[in-house]
């Protein structure tokens, strides 16, 4: 299985952005796709998951500003943030929950002050 995030950039603090993550392969294999972050000089971090019934977890640090949402159709999993700020810029991923062996480029997610 192949998962790869974009949607990143540049975004001014309270801003929005959504990433997209498109699943390819053996996906009946997935049960959960998490969405994982690695900000410079930090381990990286499992900051939202949904099931394939579409049950959703997140981190603390997220709760309320993030929303994660899966069209099962198009085998791609979103990952909504609003209210961003500087804290949450890092290179953002996705993979399973939990995490194969295999990590896709990630996408950068900047907030500016």
């Known amino acids: 299985v192949q998962l790869q995030a974009s949607g990143g950039g540049l975004v001014q603090a309270g801003g929005s952005l959504r990433l997209s993550c498109v699943a390819s392969?053996?996906?009946?294999?997935?049960?959960?796709i998490g969405w994982y972050r690695q900000a410079p000089g930090k381990q990286r971090e499992l900051v939202a998951s949904?099931?394939?019934?579409?049950?959703?977890n997140y981190a603390d640090s997220v709760k309320g500003r993030f929303t994660t949402s899966r069209d099962s159709g198009k085998n791609t999993v979103y990952l909504q943030m609003n209210s961003l700020n500087v804290e949450d810029t890092a290179v953002y991923y996705c993979?399973?929950?939990?995490?194969?062996?295999?990590w896709g480029q990630g996408t950068q997610v900047t907030v500016s002050s």
């Open positions: 392969g053996n996906t009946f294999r997935i049960n959960a």
């Open positions: 993979n399973a929950d939990p995490p194969g062996p295999a």
């Open positions: 949904i099931s394939s019934g579409a049950s959703t």
